[in-house]
């Protein structure tokens, strides 16, 4: 299947996104064109109609003027308009940062768990303690805990949210969106090997532990 963004120009690209964001802006031409003019780079509605539909190329200092007036990053304009070989590049760039950013929080929270899981098997009367939330019964037994975080997890799933829920979230947050549940599982697979990397067993430094008065 070809690619339509395979066969779209830089300028048409670039163009589309300024047309996006103005319209999410809720600009007309002829108001976009007054901010630009009025910071400089004259323009009137027919302009920003050429720039729009690719006919107009753009300077970089025009993009940047462009991206200000819209209070966006150039990076919201300028992604559209990658080469194939440069969108790649990019998208691996920001998956690779996005895996090294999680890797601290991830082992926090891992060794969160294990922590309360160690302690609820040292003090297994404590177990009482947790509490019933979310309409999710507390664990009878320390052996319990981590099905009972895992029950938890599971409630907070975006796809029991209504469509009115997700709507919301996805306007005002990062939500993974695949097309099938194929590929979702496929990424639950990476996400759980990636889990399973940042955990280290070491009987040995437990038993020393343990061996502590």
Known sequence: MTNP???MTQEVAFGRAVAFWR???DLSQKQLAE????QGMKADASAVSRIESGARSVRLVEAMLIADVLNLDLDAFTRFALTPAQQLHRLRRAADAAMQELES??????DGLADVKGFLDEHPHLVSNLPDSDGELRPDAPDEYFDWVQRRVERMSVSKLTA???DTRLETEWIAVVPDVATRDELVAIAAEYAKAQI???ERRFRRNSEVV
Do not use: N, Y
């Open 5 to 7: 963004q395979a066969s």
């Open 23 to 25: 319209g999410r802006r």
């Open 35 to 38: 901010k630009l003019t009025s």
């Open 105 to 110: 929080p991830l082992q926090r929270w891992l």
């Open 164 to 166: 009115e829920e997700l």
């Open 200 to 202: 280290l067993v070491d």
